[in-house]
C-alpha cells in the first residue's frame, strides 16, 4: 500500500475510534450512573423544598403552590396532635392512614435523625377492579420535623430503567449515524492533510538524495504550511552550503593539482640544472687541473684557462640566481609591492644595463618609447620581464642581428614589444618556451649562454601582476609583447 494511502487510514481510524469510544463510554455511564443521578436529584429537591418549608413560621399557600410546581406532593400537619394543616390533593380515603400510621412514623424517625428528616423510596401498587396489583411507580418520600409541624415531602419518578434503555438506543443509532457522517468527513479533511504532508516526505526524501530541484507548497497555512516553509528553507541553505563545499572541493582538487605540478616541475627543475652545472663544473674542473699540472705553457694560454673558469664560473653563478628566483616566485609567498612609476624610465634603465652587450655583439638596436608611460605595479616584477625579455633576445638573435624595443598605447594599458631577428619558433613549441629549461636548440654547448630559465621568470612575474603576455612570429624574426596597466 502507498504510504499516503496508509496515512490517510491512520487518520480516519484514529478520529472514528475515538468517536466509537465516546459513545461506548456514554453507552455505559448511562447504563450504570443515570438511574443513580437522577435519584440522587430528586432527594436534593426534596431537602431543598423542607429547609424552604422549615424556615417559615406559618404555613404560606404561596411557598407552597412554587413547590408544588417542581412536582412536589406536600402535607403538613401540626406536630402536636397530627392535625392537617395542607394536603395537596390527598384522596381523603388516606387520610386515615396518614394520620394513624405514617405521621406517628414520621415523627419517631424524623426526631431520632440529626438532620431533622429522613428519606424513603418505596414502590407503590394500585389494585385494578379485576382483583390485578400494579406498580404506581416509584416514589421518594421525605418525612421531617421542624418546630409545631411534620411535613411529608414526595415526589414519583418514571421507571428510570426503562428511559435508559429508551436512552441508550436513541444514542446508539445517533452514533452510528455520526460515525457515518465522521468518516465521510473525515476522509475529506484526511486527504487535505495527507497530500501535503506527503507531498514534503517526498521532497524531504529527495532532499535526503542532494535532489533540490523541487519545493513544498506552502499554500496549507497553519503548521503544514510553516513545516513546508521550513523544508524550503533548509533546501535552499543545504543546496547553498553544499554548492560552496563542491566549489571548495573543486578548488581544493586543482590546487592539489597545481601543487603536484608544481613539486614535478621543481624536480624537473633540479634534474635540469644539475645536468646544466655539470657542465661549467667540468670545464673548471678540467681547466682548473691544467693549469696545476703546467699544461698552459704560455702567457696568453694562462689566460685563456683562466678566462674559461671565470666564463664558466659567472655562468654558474647566473644559473644559480635565475634558479633561486623562479623558486620564490612560484612559492607562493611573494607580496607584490605596487606603486606608481614611469615605464619609459625602467626600460631606458634597463637598456643601458645591455648596452655593452649590445655593442659587443654588434646589433642593429632601435627603440621607439612615448615619454610619461605611468603605470601602477610591482617595479621589481616588471624590472624582471624587461631584463628577461632582452637577455633572451640578445641570446638568440639570428643572422640579422636586428634588436628592437618599442612601446605603444592601448587605452587602458601599455603594450611594451621587443623585436629579434630569430629563426621562427614552430606553433608546436609556442606554449613549452614559457616552461623551465626548455630551449629551441636541444645542444648544450659552450657558446649557448642561456640558462633556460628567463622566459619562466616572465611568465611567473606576469601571472603574479595578472597582466597578459605572448610571443608571435612576424616577418623577419620573433616578437615577445608584455601588457602594462596604467595607473589612475
Known sequence: MHPRGHLRQKLILLSVGILAVYYVLVYLFSALFMEPYYLHNVETRLVSAFQTLSGLDEVDLTVISQLEEQNITIVVANADDDSILYNSQMADRFMPDMVGRILPFIRDHASASDSGYFINTDEMFQHTSSGVTVSGGKRVMLGGISGNYLFDLSTSYASISQATEISMQFTLIVGLLVMVLAFVAFSRMASTVTEPVMQITDIAKKIAHLDFSQQCDTGAGGEIGEMAESINTMSNL???????LETANAQLLEDIKAKKEQE?????????????????IGLISGYADGLRSGMAKTDAEVKEYCDVICDESDRMMSMIL???ELFRLESGTVTLEEEEFDLSELIAYVLDIFTIEIERAKLDFSSHLPEDMYI??????????????MQNAISHMGDGKVLRICAEDRGDFYRV??????????ETEMDAIWDSFYRLDKSRTRDRRESGLGLSIVRSNMELLGGHYGVKNVEGGVEFWAEFRKSE
Do not use: C, G, W
Open 238 to 244: 543545504m543546496q547553498t552550503h553544499i554548492q560552496k
Open 264 to 280: 614535478e616541475a621543481r624536480k624537473n627543475l633540479v634534474a635540469n640544472l644539475s645536468h646544466d652545472l655539470k657542465t661549467p
Open 322 to 324: 635565475k634558479m633561486m
Open 376 to 389: 601602477r605595479s610591482d617595479y621589481f616584477s616588471v624590472e624582471q620581464v624587461i631584463t628577461n625579455y
Open 417 to 426: 614589444r621587443i623585436f629579434n631577428s630569430a629563426n621562427p619558433i614552430p
